[in-house]
Structure formats: structure tokens, C-alpha cells
């Protein structure tokens, strides 16, 4: 069996647990005799680890039409009007796709991200107040109500795409402002990638792959596995990205099997994106076993340190982090707190610190890979995932295989397969904080949740993981077999 799977990120270069999670996987699945991987990327560096499986740098790829313009801003529209316009099992071209999103031309400096307000505020600078007379036409022109009639405002400069003179797509395989035009040029990759290789089974990781494995499917006709790491609502809340959400809705109906990393995922998948749960499979995530030759590091303070290791951002919860240190402080000044990361929340992280006086117990880095991922956690004494909504949570599987307890939200994938963990809800500032103060308090606790979430976790192998995924594409790869 053959796979071609699609990723956004793979080992060293990576931002988070997709990346982690992408090689795990790859890797596990190396091991299984009868399966052949093909993995796309973006962009390759050339230092990923081939062993495992083919690399493909869709930047590579030479593409064989003229340079588009892709416009980057996108109605703001309900989710149930987008939701609407993706029909069952229909597969679409990522131009087809994209024709289904309402489009409107704005100006280069705004991203397909940009905010309401922000879109609120250009309008009033170039003189329009009255907002609620603002429409966008089913052609998605954006008009404005004055005088009796519409007139059209006209915003006509938006970014070109990025295909060189020599006919290959640029891609820096990141998630910066060019995103969207990004994800779309590598759903129109796939379709020639599908067309140059041979391969029984598509699999695509997370929302930013989902276009290519539906082109790639277009293409070939043969089956489409996509894995939900996580969801819109999972990264947003309620506030969700309309344009997002649509691609994984699109990537969701389009599948022939959907994998989500836990049961609070599946729930979501089923719930905000009217999925039937039969074509759900939960395969949880494990974790790389310990080097044998593992390099150790000593403290160079008397403290107890209590880690937060992710992402800064709303989804993670760090500022139930930093609330929950102050409650500890105010017990025990025998701690310090590290937030090791970055993201669009830090800044507010530190002034929040410096509000409660506990800055000079407080450590900030930036975001942590590789071997200063091992070196934190071999200095840690406690390691804490606050997270409001977390799909499953590699980090706290990274802090027990260090013999480091770890205290984890029961709003997350991992704690529905983890014993030894402290579980609390996220919003629970004083239960954290009492979780953390009996764990630098008593060395009896520590040392039990150490040494039996040791153990747990050394059961969770990723070889275990790729035979799930294997089951998976058992399911849908006879029956194309015999169409």
C-alpha cells in the first residue's frame, strides 16, 4: 500500500505538535512492511530525516500555467451560510472552492485574517460611518446604501501569488500573512504531484493540507483520510474564521474516513460541522521514546521550577498559568515559573506578571524545539498544560517520558488516556494552584505521579498509533480496489 500524505510541517522545523505529531506518525508507520510513504511539505531544508519516508518539497514542483492573482480577504459571513454552500460528498478544484467563498478585492496591506474591527476601521477612514449599510453582493462586491441606491466601494489592490518566472510555487511552509494564498497554491501543487506519483491511499494532515488532499483526490480518484489535529473552535472559541472553517468543512465532507486525535475532537467534528460520527476513527497520539544516551542537565537555582511549555495563545490558556503562580507565591516563595513559548498573548503575559509583583519569579523564552525542549524539561519539577481547549496535548507525554509530573485541563485529548496526571479544569485557578503547591510541597506526591506516568507513557508508542492508522485505510483501500 502506498500512502501520499500531506503536511505543513516535519522534524527540525516545526511550530508545534502538528509537526511532532506528522513524524510520529511517519515514522511509526516506516516500521509497518506493506506501507510505502510519500510526504509533502511545503518547503524542505534539507536536514528532515529521509529515512523515514519520500520528502517532497512542493516548491519543487514545476507548475505549468501562468501567474494568478489571488485576492485576500474574504466575506465575513455566517458559518451557516458558508456551510450551506458545501454540498455532500461533492469534490471541488481548489479554484472550484474557492469560487464558493465569497471573495471581495481589498487592499495588500490587510490578511485573510484581518479582524472585524479592523475592516470596520478601514472603512470609516476612507469616509463610511454608517456601517449597517454596508452589503456584500452575491457576486461579492461590496456596496454601500446612500441616496436611495447602492453604490460600489471599490478596493481594487490586493497580492499577487508567488509563482516565480521559472513556473515554481514559493512557499516559506510558515503561517504568516500570506497563509491562505499559501494553502491554495499547494492544493493546486497537489494536482500535479498527484498526477507524477503512484499511490493507493491520500492523507491529509490538518485544515492547511485539506485542499490538496481533495485536488489530489480530484485528480487520481482514489481515497481521501483526513487527520483533524485540531479545529477552528478548538484555536478561536466561538470566534471562528469563516474562510477556515470552510476548508475544513470542505476537507471533512470530501473524506472517505475522517481521523481525529481524541474523542473531544470527534465531538466537535460531529457537533459544529454536522459530520455522521460512522465516519469518525479516534487514534490517539503517543510519544518518541528517550534516547538511551540522553544528555542530563542540573539547575543552577535552589527553587522548584514549574513549566508551561506552548504556544501563548488564547487556545493554550496561559493566563490561567500566571494566575495560578501568584496563588502559589502567596503560599510558598520557593518557586519559579517558566512560560516557554511564543505567541500573540505573550506581551500580555509579562505585564500581567509585573501587575502581580511576581516578575522576579517569573521566566519567559521563546519557543522551544528539540533538544532545549529536553533540557527544560530535565530541569522542571512540575509541568502544567492550562489548555482551554487542547485536541489532544503531545507536551504533557514529553514531560512524563522526563519523569516530570505534569498537571493537565480536563478540556483536553490526552486526558482521556491518561491515569497519572493531575487533571483540573483550565478556568480552575486555585485547583491548579493547589496542585502545584502539593507537588513542590511533597516529594512523596511528586514522586509518584513521576514514576508511574513514566511507566503509563512508555506504553504509548507511535508504532501502536500507525497500525490504528493502517486499520483506517484497510477500511476504504479494498473497496477502491475493486471500483
Given at each position: 500500500?502506498?500512502?501520499?500524505?500531506f503536511?505543513?510541517?516535519?522534524?527540525?522545523?516545526?511550530?508545534?505538535g502538528?509537526?511532532t505529531a506528522s513524524?510520529?506518525i511517519?515514522?511509526?508507520?516506516?516500521k509497518?512492511?506493506?506501507?510505502e510513504?510519500?510526504?509533502?511539505?511545503p518547503?524542505?531544508?534539507g536536514d528532515?530525516?529521509?529515512?523515514v519516508a519520500?520528502?517532497?518539497?512542493a516548491?519543487?514542483?514545476k507548475?505549468?500555467f501562468e501567474?494568478?492573482?489571488?485576492k485576500?480577504?474574504?466575506?465575513?459571513?455566517?458559518?451557516?451560510?458558508?456551510?450551506?454552500?458545501i454540498?455532500?460528498?461533492?469534490?471541488y478544484?481548489?479554484?472550484?472552492f474557492?469560487?464558493?467563498?465569497t471573495?471581495?478585492e481589498?487592499?495588500?496591506?490587510l490578511?485573510?485574517?484581518?479582524?472585524?474591527?479592523?475592516?470596520?476601521?478601514?472603512?470609516?477612514?476612507?469616509?463610511?460611518?454608517?456601517?449597517?449599510r454596508?452589503?456584500v453582493?452575491?457576486?461579492g462586491?461590496i456596496v454601500y446604501?446612500?441616496?436611495?441606491e447602492?453604490?460600489?466601494?471599490?478596493?481594487?489592490?490586493?497580492?499577487?501569488?508567488?509563482l516565480?518566472?521559472?513556473?515554481?510555487?514559493?512557499?516559506?511552509?510558515?503561517?504568516?500573512?500570506?497563509?491562505?494564498e499559501?494553502?491554495r497554491n499547494?492544493g493546486?501543487?497537489?494536482?500535479?504531484?498527484?498526477?507524477?506519483?503512484?499511490?493507493?491511499?491520500?492523507h491529509?494532515?490538518?485544515?492547511?493540507t485539506?485542499?490538496a488532499?481533495?485536488?489530489?483526490?480530484r485528480i487520481?480518484?482514489?481515497?481521501?483520510v483526513?487527520?483533524v489535529?485540531?479545529?477552528?473552535y478548538?484555536?478561536?472559541?466561538?470566534n471562528?474564521?469563516?474562510?477556515?472553517?470552510?476548508i475544513?468543512?470542505?476537507?471533512?465532507?470530501?473524506?472517505?474516513?475522517?481521523v481525529t486525535?481524541s474523542?473531544?475532537?470527534?465531538n466537535i467534528?460531529?457537533?459544529?460541522?454536522?459530520i455522521?460520527e460512522?465516519k469518525?476513527?479516534?487514534?490517539y497520539?503517543?510519544?518518541?521514546p528517550?534516547?538511551?544516551?540522553?544528555?542530563?542537565?542540573?539547575?543552577?537555582?535552589?527553587?522548584?521550577i514549574?513549566?508551561?511549555?506552548?504556544?501563548v495563545?488564547?487556545?493554550?490558556?496561559p493566563e490561567?498559568?500566571v494566575?495560578a503562580?501568584?496563588?502559589?507565591?502567596?503560599?510558598?516563595?520557593n518557586?519559579?515559573?517558566?512560560?516557554?513559548?511564543?505567541?500573540?498573548?505573550?506581551?500580555r503575559?509579562?505585564?500581567?506578571?509585573a501587575?502581580?509583583?511576581?516578575?522576579?519569579?517569573f521566566?519567559f523564552?521563546?519557543f522551544?524545539?528539540?533538544?532545549d525542549?529536553?533540557?527544560?524539561?530535565?530541569?522542571?519539577?512540575v509541568?502544567v498544560?492550562?489548555?482551554v481547549?487542547e485536541p489532544?496535548?503531545i507536551?504533557?507525554?514529553?514531560?512524563?517520558r522526563?519523569?516530570?509530573?505534569?498537571?493537565?485541563?480536563?478540556?483536553?485529548?490526552?486526558a482521556?488516556?491518561?491515569k497519572y496526571?493531575i487533571?483540573?479544569?483550565f478556568w480552575?485557578?486555585?485547583a491548579?494552584?493547589?496542585?502545584i503547591?502539593?507537588?513542590?510541597?511533597?516529594?512523596?506526591?511528586?514522586?509518584?505521579?513521576?514514576?508511574?506516568g513514566?511507566?503509563?507513557?512508555?506504553?504509548?508508542?507511535w508504532?501502536?498509533?500507525?497500525?490504528?492508522?493502517k486499520?483506517v485505510?484497510?477500511t476504504?483501500?479494498?473497496?477502491?480496489?475493486?471500483?
Amino acid at each position: 500500500m502506498k500512502v501520499l500524505m500531506f503536511g505543513w510541517e516535519f522534524p527540525p522545523h516545526i511550530s508545534g505538535g502538528l509537526g511532532t505529531a506528522s513524524y510520529g506518525i511517519t515514522r511509526g508507520m516506516s516500521k509497518i512492511e506493506d506501507v510505502e510513504l510519500i510526504f509533502v511539505v511545503p518547503k524542505l531544508y534539507g536536514d528532515e530525516d529521509s529515512g523515514v519516508a519520500k520528502l517532497v518539497g512542493a516548491e519543487n514542483i514545476k507548475m505549468s500555467f501562468e501567474n494568478e492573482e489571488l485576492k485576500q480577504f474574504y466575506k465575513q459571513q455566517s458559518i451557516s451560510s458558508i456551510s450551506e454552500k458545501i454540498k455532500d460528498e461533492e469534490v471541488y478544484s481548489v479554484d472550484e472552492f474557492m469560487k464558493k467563498i465569497t471573495k471581495i478585492e481589498i487592499n495588500s496591506f490587510l490578511t485573510p485574517y484581518l479582524s472585524p474591527d479592523n475592516f470596520e476601521a478601514y472603512l470609516k477612514n476612507i469616509g463610511i460611518e454608517d456601517l449597517s449599510r454596508v452589503r456584500v453582493t452575491k457576486d461579492g462586491k461590496i456596496v454601500y446604501y446612500e441616496n436611495g441606491e447602492y453604490r460600489e466601494i471599490i478596493l481594487d489592490r490586493f497580492e499577487k501569488s508567488t509563482l516565480t518566472d521559472e513556473g515554481y510555487f514559493q512557499f516559506s511552509g510558515k503561517y504568516g500573512a500570506n497563509l491562505i494564498e499559501e494553502v491554495r497554491n499547494y492544493g493546486k501543487v497537489a494536482a500535479k504531484i498527484a498526477m507524477q506519483y503512484d499511490f493507493d491511499i491520500i492523507h491529509a494532515h490538518d485544515w492547511l493540507t485539506y485542499l490538496a488532499g481533495i485536488e489530489a483526490k480530484r485528480i487520481s480518484g482514489k481515497p481521501l483520510v483526513i487527520h483533524v489535529h485540531a479545529t477552528e473552535y478548538d484555536r478561536s472559541g466561538e470566534n471562528v474564521n469563516p474562510v477556515v472553517f470552510s476548508i475544513e468543512k470542505a476537507g471533512m465532507v470530501n473524506a472517505d474516513r475522517i481521523v481525529t486525535v481524541s474523542n473531544l475532537t470527534k465531538n466537535i467534528v460531529t457537533e459544529k460541522y454536522k459530520i455522521d460520527e460512522k465516519k469518525i476513527t479516534t487514534v490517539y497520539n503517543a510519544v518518541e521514546p528517550v534516547a538511551s544516551q540522553r544528555s542530563h542537565y542540573r539547575k543552577t537555582v535552589d527553587e522548584k521550577i514549574v513549566t508551561f511549555l506552548g504556544r501563548v495563545t488564547y487556545q493554550k490558556g496561559p493566563e490561567y498559568f500566571v494566575e495560578a503562580a501568584k496563588l502559589v507565591l502567596d503560599r510558598t516563595p520557593n518557586v519559579r515559573f517558566v512560560m516557554a513559548g511564543s505567541g500573540d498573548l505573550l506581551r500580555r503575559m509579562i505585564l500581567r506578571a509585573a501587575q502581580l509583583q511576581i516578575n522576579h519569579k517569573f521566566h519567559f523564552t521563546d519557543f522551544l524545539k528539540g533538544d532545549d525542549v529536553d533540557r527544560m524539561f530535565s530541569i522542571s519539577d512540575v509541568y502544567v498544560m492550562p489548555s482551554v481547549s487542547e485536541p489532544f496535548g503531545i507536551s504533557p507525554l514529553e514531560a512524563m517520558r522526563s519523569n516530570v509530573p505534569v498537571i493537565i485541563s480536563k478540556q483536553s485529548g490526552v486526558a482521556e488516556i491518561l491515569k497519572y496526571a493531575i487533571k483540573v479544569d483550565f478556568w480552575d485557578t486555585q485547583a491548579i494552584a493547589n496542585a502545584i503547591y502539593g507537588l513542590v510541597s511533597y516529594d512523596g506526591l511528586s514522586e509518584f505521579f513521576a514514576k508511574y506516568g513514566k511507566t503509563e507513557v512508555d506504553s504509548l508508542k507511535w508504532e501502536n498509533a500507525a497500525q490504528n492508522l493502517k486499520a483506517v485505510y484497510d477500511t476504504v483501500y479494498p473497496v477502491y480496489q475493486t471500483l
